[in-house]
């Protein structure tokens, strides 16, 4: 319950200030110092703001031990406002392996108090000291791998050169976090938490290629593109190499579910999801998508047209939002069935927006796409035309046991026969040589 406040409160943790210092092109002294005290002072504001609020809250939640819960989690906003800017001027050096080091540290610690203070009977104010150390830890790493450091003064001239860029990319995530979760408080409210469950198992199973490939990507291309932005053609080249990259690792995955849907939901999940299968069928084209489509946010940022990308997300979030409304009519199916609909209706002009600002056509992006795509409905008959053969009483864990190494091996094998550029340029990105 608490958690789900700071989600939220983490939406406004720095205004979109580090987007806005990856993607300029020059930073001055007085810039920096200038954005990183605006960033100590909100982080200061939106704890305080959360410490206050905190009683508010656990009234809503009718659960008083939310409250002291909350307000010594409202301190993580202030501590992370100390480093921000450390972390988007390693970004921006694309110092990938710095921050990586950092992160994985902060992580192994907070997760060794988290873990230490639950075996002490701490409850879930293990989670919250996991929480703290790893805020703690994460700042003073930041620090010590960024040789940067503030200055003692302030220019509110310069925070204003950049409050365009910057506050439009918050009013983006705000937007589209509300958005976002439209669908689960529909579904909450009006069909009840069963149908919920299995939505939101079958949506964050959908979701998963996007968390684990295309958004890791996404946050190290950003800085990239922001060093070319002015050269169009190196521009429009790496990123259909990202996009190929991309859907080289998460087309697969999508069609190999949607083939495999069934075996995988009740051998991982059991029986009693059983109505997670459809949804997830339907949901697999909305994630293959989307896999490719979340990577065009790194164009807007890199050209600095924040502005372009708020307005799209509104227009977007609007028609999403209708279709959530009209498919809770049919239930759970009809909210899943909305969500694709929407995200195949919007696709060509989510790609074709972002793609002026680069003089990308949309003929490009499919010659960077279809040989993954033909490689992947090859895979599928593969699989398919197998799985008809198996034996009918055949349990999900052996019939995944089959089926997942045989469709992994056609699939390799048709790429290195028709796609075989491809798979060295995603080679070469994995191993840090491009």
């Not at 703001?49 to 809503?60: E, I, W």
């Not at 949309?362 to 795509?373: G, V």
């Not at 997942?404 to 028709?418: E, Q, S």
């Amino acid at each position: 319950m608490a958690t789900i406040v700071i989600g939220f409160g983490a939406l406004f943790k720095d205004l979109g200030t580090s987007a806005a210092v990856i993607q300029r092109k020059i930073l001055s002294e007085e810039l920096l110092s200038s954005i990183y005290w605006v960033n100590v002072v909100f982080g200061l504001l939106v704890t305080i703001t959360v410490y206050l609020l905190s009683p508010l809250v656990a009234d809503f939640y009718k659960e008083a031990r939310v409250e002291p819960l909350l307000r010594v989690l409202s301190l993580t906003f202030f501590i992370s406002g100390l480093s921000i800017l450390q972390q988007a001027i390693l970004e921006r050096a694309l110092a990938f392996s710095k921050l990586a080091k950092v992160e994985i540290i902060a992580a192994l610690i907070g997760s060794s108090v988290g873990i230490s203070s639950a075996l002490l009977g701490y409850g879930a104010w293990s989670l919250v000291y996991q929480a703290l150390a790893i805020a703690i830890m994460t700042t003073v790493l930041l620090w010590t791998a960024s040789s940067w450091r503030p200055k003692l003064f302030f220019h509110w001239e310069e925070v204003i050169e950049v409050s365009s860029y910057s506050l439009n990319f918050t009013g983006f995530n705000i937007f589209n976090y509300f958005v976002r979760n439209t669908d689960y408080l529909l579904i909450g409210k009006f069909l009840g938490a069963r149908d919920l469950g299995y939505y939101t198992v079958a949506y964050q199973i959908m979701l998963y290629p996007l968390q684990s490939v295309s958004a890791v990507i996404g946050r190290v291309m950003f800085p990239v593109y922001s060093t070319i932005q002015d050269d169009m053609a190196r521009f429009r080249n790496a990123y259909l190499k990202v996009a190929g990259a991309i859907a080289l690792v998460t087309f697969p995955m999508m069609f190999g579910l949607w083939a495999l849907v069934e075996p995988f939901v009740l051998a991982v999940f059991g029986l009693q999801w059983k109505p997670v299968i459809l949804l997830l069928m339907i949901l697999v084209p909305a994630g293959m998508i989307q896999s490719i489509g979340t990577t065009v946010g790194a164009i807007y940022q890199a050209k600095g047209r924040t502005d372009w990308m708020f307005r799209w997300g509104v227009a977007t979030g609007i028609i999403s939002i209708s279709a959530f409304l009209i498919g809770l009519r049919w239930g759970i199916v009809g909210v899943a069935a909305a969500y694709t609909i929407v995200s195949l209706i919007l696709a060509y002009p989510n790609f074709a927006i972002p793609f002026r600002l680069i003089e990308l056509s949309m003929s490009d992006l499919y010659r960077a796409l279809w040989r993954p795509f033909v490689a992947c409905l090859i895979m599928l008959a593969g699989i398919l035309a197998l799985k008809i053969n198996l034996p009918p009483d055949l349990k999900g864990n052996w019939v995944l046991a089959v089926l997942v190494p045989v469709g992994g091996l056609i699939y390799l094998a048709t790429n290195w026969l028709m796609n075989r550029n491809q798979v060295m340029e995603l080679m070469g990105i994995v191993g840090g040589q491009q």
